[in-house]
C-alpha cells in the first residue's frame, strides 16, 4: 500500500485524483494539499511514501517547494502531476528533486505504475545542482523588466544594451526555456524558481 499526499489547488480536480488513486486498492491517500507550504507541512507531518504534486499552485516556486520537501521529509518521494507535456520542463523538475512527471492527461494506471516504480526504484539519487543554471544573471536580470511589462527599447535603456542586444537574448532565453513568447518566457521561469 503506497501512502500519499496530493496537493492541488484545483479542488474538484484533487478530489477526482483520490478517488481515483483509492480506487485503485494499491495507494492509499493520507493528506491533501491546497498550495506548496501546506504540502511541505503535510509531508514533514505525514511522512508519506509519495507526495503527488502540481506545478502551478500559490504559494512558493515548484523548485523551493521541491528543496524544502526533501529536506522536510526525505524519504517522501516526489511526482509532479502536471498540465504541461514539455519535456525541458521535466528535465528541470527532475534535476529540482522531482523523483518523476506524469501529466494529468495519463490514464490512473499509468499514474499509479510510475508510483510503483519510483517507490521500488530506493534511495534518492544525490542531490541535484537544481534549475538555476539555466539562464545567465544577465538573462535573468532581463526577464525581471519583461515581467514588468517593458519594452525591448526600454529595457535596452535600462540595461544600456542596443535593442537588437536584447532581442538576441529574449530569443535565446526563449530557446533555453522552449517557451513560445516574452510572457510564456516568464511564466516558464516562475514555475522553475528563477524569477520572484
Known amino acids: 500500500m503506497i501512502r500519499a499526499v496530493v496537493a492541488d489547488d484545483h479542488a474538484l480536480f484533487r478530489a477526482g485524483l483520490v478517488s481515483l488513486l483509492e480506487a485503485t486498492v494499491r495507494v492509499r491517500v493520507v493528506g491533501e494539499a491546497a498550495d506548496g507550504n501546506m504540502a511541505v507541512a503535510r509531508c514533514e507531518r505525514l511522512r508519506p ?57 495519463a490514464p490512473v494506471g499509468e499514474l499509479v505504475t510510475v508510483l510503483e516504480q519510483v517507490i521500488a526504484f530506493g534511495d534518492r ?58 510572457l510564456d518566457s516568464v511564466r516558464r521561469a516562475q514555475m522553475l524558481g528563477l524569477l520572484d
Open 49 to 105: 511514501d509519495i507526495l503527488l504534486l502540481d506545478v502551478e499552485m500559490p504559494g512558493p516556486a515548484t523548485s523551493t517547494v521541491l528543496a524544502r520537501t526533501r529536506r522536510a521529509a526525505p524519504g517522501t518521494r516526489i511526482v509532479i502531476v502536471s498540465m504541461h507535456a514539455d519535456h525541458l520542463l521535466a528535465k528541470q523538475w527532475r534535476s529540482a528533486g522531482a523523483d518523476a512527471v506524469v501529466a494529468k492527461s
Open 125 to 182: 539519487r544525490a542531490e541535484p545542482a537544481g534549475p538555476a543554471g539555466i539562464l545567465t544573471v544577465r538573462q535573468v536580470e532581463l526577464l525581471h523588466f519583461v515581467a514588468r511589462g517593458f519594452t525591448n527599447p526600454e529595457i535596452a535603456r535600462a540595461l544600456s544594451l542596443s535593442p537588437s542586444t536584447v532581442k538576441r537574448h529574449l530569443a535565446n532565453i526563449q530557446a533555453k526555456l522552449a517557451s513560445s513568447s516574452r
